[in-house]
């Protein structure tokens, strides 16, 4: 059933969640094999939709579920590092500042780097500088 959704509703929020599903399903029945499995056909699924629906939505969600797939499988530098790609792709969007603020937290709460984390968010307070209301001094 799992495989007819991925096929026949290719790029749909449920076709991509139905491969981490399966995985961690795999995973937390001890099925180690082939959980890996789907998690590297998850992998292959997220870049062939991200290619497909290049500049668009289905981008951006593809990269979403990227991000995610590498702090499942502990590549949390991953994560963070597809999510501020995804960010430097989408800059004007709310899914990208969103992004970026989730690779901030990675790099300040999960992999002890403060200065980066502030730095991206140095980068998300210019990009929208212009959305502020001004201040009078």
Do not use: C, H
């Not at 790609?85 to 300040?108: H, M, Q, W």
């Not at 403060?114 to 212009?130: E, G, Y």
């Amino acid at each position: 059933e799992y495989n007819y959704l991925i096929e026949n509703y290719r790029g749909s929020e449920e076709a991509m969640d139905a491969f981490m599903y399966v995985a961690d399903k795999l995973k937390k029945d001890g099925r180690t094999a082939e959980a890996d499995r789907w998690y590297e056909d998850a992998e292959s699924y997220y870049k062939q939709m991200a290619t497909v629906g290049a500049g668009g939505p289905l981008e951006g969600k593809a990269m979403l579920y990227q991000a995610e797939l590498a702090r499942v499988r502990g590549d949390l530098a991953g994560a963070a590092k597809t999510l501020t790609k995804l960010f430097d792709v989408f800059p004007n969007t709310e899914p990208g500042r969103r992004a970026l603020v989730k690779a901030s937290l990675i790099y300040r709460r999960d992999l002890g780097q403060p200065d980066v984390a502030d730095s991206l968010i140095d980068v998300l307070r210019a990009s929208i500088a212009d959305l502020l209301p001004e201040t009078e001094t």
